[in-house]
């Protein structure tokens, strides 16, 4: 039985969302979602991830996390791989990554 490898580059998160295939949260915080944002992704804040988590119930389909370049989203990822989501994956490099490969509509910030 192999396990879904824990990362996850853009391209692959950019066809996997355009086929529906995922949930691409966001785990970044409110202010940094305003400046800049990936169009079909959820914000579940790190910061409030005791109340946020209890949203994860509604979702059936794998999920995705990105941040800011991976590193908060990395935690999150592990998280949800120890508590049920055995198939989460992190987005590496973020949504930093995003707007240079995929989307460069996204600012950088």
């Given at each position: ?38 169009d079909g ?51 590496t490099g ?8 995929v989307d ?6």
């Amino acid at each position: 039985m192999s396990q879904t490898p824990i990362e996850i580059d853009v391209a692959e998160v950019k066809r996997l969302l355009d086929e529906q295939a995922i949930v691409l949260i966001d785990c970044r915080e409110a202010d940094e979602w305003n400046t800049a944002k990936i169009d079909g992704a959820v914000l579940l804040p790190m910061s409030n991830w005791a109340v946020e988590s209890q949203k994860l119930s509604q979702f059936d389909r794998r999920l995705v996390v990105h941040c800011h370049h991976g590193g908060r989203s990395l935690r999150v990822t592990r998280w949800l791989r120890e508590n049920g989501f055995p198939d989460a994956q992190n987005m590496t490099g973020g949504i930093h990554a995003w707007s240079e490969q995929v989307d460069s509509q996204v600012p950088q910030y």
